[in-house]
């Protein structure tokens, strides 16, 4: 019998010399369809990168893998804050200071075995260490994978504990990048089979990588004529203070660093059953910003107030395989438990914020002071407008439970299916604090939340904290799914696929405004109960539907397979935080309380091939996808809202191709390749509110055409084996934003990377150079800040790593 489900297993690593003449090319195991399957023998669209590419091409983290990934692009604003697109699936990411409270969840999940660790804004960045390999499935994923994989599937496959072999190994590497700090990392495994049923992996990692972008001094004084629609006047005569980051600027001020560990045991209980136990856990520490200002400088900023972040998570995970008469079964759990502590820089919000007066100049109306019980202290002739710097400051407390069981039969009989059960239990907290340093000279007075039945913190925040959230966001769901495989005659099979699911969602906690702020005379107004006020009450959101998919394939003999699939994704509905208020401006509608789900379509058909003698593998598809309904975020913080909103402002389509190829040209010499195509295509604006782009614009984030390209050739040198490694990326022009406002022109670019390596076994030697170009690419036009900054990639760096490998 066929083994059907064994994701503790984990494929024999691929060789990294050149293969002989009558090898075929390489292809790798995965279980994108929850059984170990052989890539090119599934009609499944899968791409992926095993342990010896991540190596040879220094994947990393998410900007390091994505330029090998045809057709995948991220948008975001460094480590940890980052959301991934596929097949041009796009609209933007969510801020980071509101991913929590009010962010859209991404429409590509994200896998860490068999856990999705998915988050609004700040998908889990988990440094690439001891890999088996990086899956990408793209298009919908929702029958097997569920909410959340309607543009896609990424999947983090760990090496687990091996029974039949004593390993280890080690790597070391020091880089150092043009106009910036240098980069050291050490990472180490150890593969320890302690008896016939026992085995321990254990891996440990270490990576600190230098900025590149400088906090240049700066100076800022609040200015009415940048920003007119301030609520309160401020007159001719009044006097402004200009403060400076004289205290702050530094070169390379972006650091971050990876530390992480990950322990495995795997008991072989008996000959049919296995267990396996696995504890990871990663602390990610960034100073900085990675997206510059170019009105200030190349790879410069002007930042007034400390951005850090610290991002920590540990993760248990178990389970239980083994087989029942004819039948495999599997169960599965894992929890998750992160951490977020970050302070960002928050200035420029004095050019775009309506109240901004109020909250940095003092008052001359007697009548507005005792209305709104500011003390008279405060009282001046000519209005004094004070200190204007502004920060951020976030507490985030992610939890998640996830648990699967499911069974499967042999793969191999006319008739087979995978069936199972899965439940998810997800809860973001979120304490939000914004800092307004002139607070204190105002007068203002140092608050504690409204009274709320599920607040966090009830303590009173600091004086100069003018806004903050108390928010916990939950999301419980339960699904059934199940995938039935019908051999209609040796070479054509249909597949049926179908996904019931049941969530609840809700949003509890409150929004608060520091005392002195609209207030209103009764002291009734300080803020906002996500039970009782706009709408909201105490009852979850509830969602339920059914996720359907259907593929046909034609596998014409052991080197062809065809196959047409049509595929349904969704990604739930949730709640507006500020649902159910007006809006400032009355020719704008009131913001609805709740957003829907929305909903993707694809059509698809799609080849594998080998040929020449299996040595050039040829893959593709070409597809068609409906999005209806799409989510969309938005803060105007002049018409609307003080609060970002959600609403499902549109339809559009996608026509897309990709291509997939490697080719074994010689013994020495490889060449591996993808390229994607998108046409994308707003086809209906229903946003009530947000200012879209018109019919007929493209997506944001989605060049028309990407492209890499990748050769290796190896040679012998005396008793060394020697290779060099070229590989290319291009991305054409896009769209920054969905949003006419936002709306900017990112540039195309290509990125060359080069490497030579020296083998020895079990030493290996490489000197690398990556960018070799020095080209600045614009990844993600932002205006987050309410001024345009480009997120770029690392400059020119030269790198020497070395390895040892024993087994």
């Keep these: 019998m066929a083994q059907a489900l064994a994701p503790n297993a984990s494929p024999a690593p691929a060789p990294s010399s050149p293969q002989t003449e009558d090898d075929e090319i390489e292809t790798i195991i995965v279980t994108a369809g929850k059984r170990r399957e052989n890539i090119q023998e599934i009609p499944i669209t899968v791409h992926a990168m095993n342990s010896t590419a991540l190596k040879e091409q220094n994947i990393g983290n998410f900007d390091d893998?994505?330029?090998?990934?045809?057709?995948?692009?991220?948008?975001?604003?460094?480590?940890?804050?980052?959301?991934?697109?596929?097949?041009?699936?796009?609209?933007?990411?969510?801020?980071?200071?509101?991913?929590?409270?009010?962010?859209?969840?991404?429409?590509?999940?994200?896998?860490?075995?068999?856990?999705?660790?998915?988050?609004?804004?700040?998908?889990?960045?988990?440094?690439?260490?001891?890999?088996?390999?990086?899956?990408?499935?793209?298009?919908?994923?929702?029958?097997?994978?569920?909410?959340?994989?309607?543009?896609?599937?990424?999947?983090?496959?760990?090496?687990?504990?091996?029974?039949?072999?004593?390993?280890?190994?080690?790597?070391?590497?020091?880089?150092?990048?043009?106009?910036?700090?240098?980069?050291?990392?050490?990472?180490?495994?150890?593969?320890?089979?302690?008896?016939?049923?026992?085995?321990?992996?254990?891996?440990?990692?270490?990576?600190?990588?230098?900025?590149?972008?400088?906090?240049?001094?700066?100076?800022?004084?609040?200015?009415?004529?940048?920003?007119?629609?301030?609520?309160?006047?401020?007159?001719?005569?009044?006097?402004?203070?200009?403060?400076?980051?004289?205290?702050?600027?530094?070169?390379?001020?972006?650091?971050?660093?990876?530390?992480?560990?990950?322990?495995?045991?795997?008991?072989?209980?008996?000959?049919?059953?296995?267990?396996?136990?696995?504890?990871?856990?990663?602390?990610?520490?960034?100073?900085?910003?990675?997206?510059?200002?170019?009105?200030?400088?190349?790879?410069?900023?002007?930042?007034?107030?400390?951005?850090?972040?610290?991002?920590?998570?540990?993760?248990?995970?178990?389970?239980?395989?083994?087989?029942?008469?004819?039948?495999?079964?599997?169960?599965?759990?894992?929890?998750?438990?992160?951490?977020?502590?970050?302070?960002?820089?928050?200035?420029?919000?004095?050019?775009?914020?309506?109240?901004?007066?109020?909250?940095?100049?003092?008052?001359?109306?007697?009548?507005?002071?005792?209305?709104?019980?500011?003390?008279?202290?405060?009282?001046?002739?000519?209005?004094?407008?004070?200190?204007?710097?502004?920060?951020?400051?976030?507490i985030q407390q992610h939890s998640r439970l996830t648990h699967e069981l499911r069974i499967a039969t042999?793969?191999?009989?006319?008739?087979?299916?995978?069936?199972?059960?899965?439940?998810?239990?997800?809860?973001?907290?979120?304490?939000?604090?914004?800092?307004?340093?002139?607070?204190?000279?105002?007068?203002?007075?140092?608050?504690?939340?409204?009274?709320?039945?599920?607040?966090?913190?009830?303590?009173?925040?600091?004086?100069?904290?003018?806004?903050?959230?108390?928010?916990?966001?939950?999301?419980?769901?339960?699904?059934?799914?199940?995938?039935?495989?019908?051999?209609?005659?040796?070479?054509?099979?249909?597949?049926?696929?179908?996904?019931?699911?049941?969530?609840?969602?809700?949003?509890?906690?409150?929004?608060?405004?520091?005392?002195?702020?609209?207030?209103?005379?009764?002291?009734?107004?300080?803020?906002r109960d996500y039970d009782v006020s706009g709408g909201h009450s105490k009852a979850p959101l509830k969602e339920n539907g059914i996720i359907p998919k259907i593929s046909l394939s034609y596998q014409q003999d052991r080197n062809r397979l065809y196959y047409l699939t049509y595929a349904e994704g969704f990604r739930p509905g949730g709640f507006n935080r500020s649902g159910g208020f007006s809006s400032f401006n009355p020719d704008f509608p009131d913001i609805n309380l709740t957003y829907d789900s929305d909903d993707v379509y694809n059509h698809e058909i799609g080849w594998k091939t080998l040929l020449q003698e299996r040595r050039l593998r040829f893959n593709g598809n070409i597809y068609f996808i409906k999005w209806e309904n799409m989510q969309v975020s938005r803060y105007d913080?002049?018409?609307?809202?003080?609060?970002?909103?959600?609403?499902?402002?549109?339809?559009?389509?996608?026509?897309?191709?990709?291509?997939?190829?490697?080719?074994?040209?010689?013994?020495n010499f490889t060449l591996s390749s993808a390229l994607s195509y998108n046409r994308t295509e707003l086809t209906d604006i229903k946003a009530r509110i947000i200012e879209t782009a018109p019919v007929g614009s493209e997506l944001p984030l989605t060049p028309k055409l990407q492209a890499n390209i990748r050769t290796n050739y190896y040679w012998q040198l005396g008793e060394y084996e020697a290779s060099w490694l070229l590989g290319l990326q291009y991305a054409g022009k896009s769209w920054s934003s969905i949003v006419s406002q936002e709306r900017e022109r990112q540039d195309s670019y290509t990125i060359v990377n080069f490497s030579l390596g020296l083998k020895r076994s079990p030493w290996s030697v490489k000197f690398y150079i990556d960018n070799l170009t020095d080209k600045r690419a614009d990844l993600f036009i932002n205006n987050q800040d309410f001024v345009p900054r480009i997120t770029t990639n690392r400059p020119r760096t030269f790198g020497l790593s070395f390895s040892y490998d024993y087994n």
């Excluded at 002007?302 to 610290?310: G, K, Q, S, V």
């Design 65 to 394: 893998f994505v330029n090998y990934m045809p057709n995948v692009t991220l948008g975001g604003r460094g480590p940890g804050q980052a959301d991934i697109f596929i097949r041009g699936m796009a609209i933007q990411p969510i801020v980071f200071r509101l991913s929590a409270a009010q962010g859209v969840m991404p429409n590509v999940a994200l896998y860490v075995d068999e856990q999705p660790v998915t988050a609004p804004g700040r998908n889990m960045d988990v440094y690439a260490a001891d890999l088996s390999r990086i899956e990408v499935l793209p298009g919908p994923q929702g029958t097997l994978f569920g909410a959340s994989s309607q543009a896609g599937t990424v999947r983090y496959i760990t090496n687990k504990p091996m029974f039949d072999e004593l390993s280890g190994g080690f790597s070391a590497s020091l880089a150092d990048t043009h106009k910036g700090e240098t980069s050291d990392a050490i990472e180490g495994y150890i593969n320890l089979p302690l008896n016939e049923q026992l085995a321990l992996r254990a891996v440990l990692y270490n990576v600190n990588r230098g900025g590149y972008i400088d906090n240049v001094y700066g100076e800022f004084t609040l200015d009415p004529e940048i920003n007119p629609a301030s609520a309160v006047n401020v007159p001719d005569n009044a006097t402004f203070e200009t403060t400076n980051n004289l205290a702050l600027i530094e070169n390379d001020f972006n650091a971050s660093a990876y530390t992480g560990f990950r322990l495995g045991l795997n008991y072989q209980i008996t000959d049919n059953w296995q267990l396996l136990l696995q504890q990871a856990g990663q602390k990610l520490d960034v100073d900085g910003v990675f997206d510059y200002d170019p009105e200030v400088g190349d790879l410069e900023v002007a930042h007034f107030f400390p951005d850090t972040l610290e991002d920590e998570f540990l993760q248990t995970s178990w389970t239980l395989e083994g087989r029942l008469k004819d039948l495999e079964l599997l169960y599965t759990g894992a929890y998750l438990d992160r951490d977020i502590d970050q302070s960002a820089d928050f200035i420029s919000y004095n050019n775009s914020g309506a109240f901004i007066a109020y909250y940095t100049c003092t008052y001359t109306n007697p009548d507005y002071i005792v209305n709104y019980d500011i003390s008279p202290d405060i009282i001046t002739q000519v209005r004094e407008c004070k200190d204007p710097t502004k920060g951020f400051t976030a």
């Design 637 to 667: 913080p002049i018409n609307v809202s003080r609060l970002t909103f959600i609403e499902n402002a549109a339809n559009a389509e996608i026509f897309g191709i990709e291509l997939d190829a490697a080719w074994d040209i010689s013994a």
């Design 410 to 527: 042999d793969p191999e009989e006319k008739l087979s299916a995978i069936a199972g059960i899965f439940y998810d239990d997800y809860e973001i907290k979120t304490q939000d604090d914004w800092w307004y340093l002139a607070a204190t000279e105002l007068g203002f007075a140092p608050n504690a939340p409204i009274t709320a039945a599920n607040n966090i913190n009830p303590d009173t925040r600091p004086a100069n904290v003018t806004f903050f959230n108390d928010i916990t966001r939950t999301e419980e769901q339960i699904a059934v799914f199940g995938e039935l495989k019908y051999a209609l005659s040796d070479r054509l099979s249909l597949a049926l696929g179908l996904r019931w699911y049941d969530i609840e969602s809700d949003f509890t906690g409150s929004s608060n405004f520091a005392d002195g702020i609209f207030q209103g005379s009764q002291n009734t107004d300080r803020g």
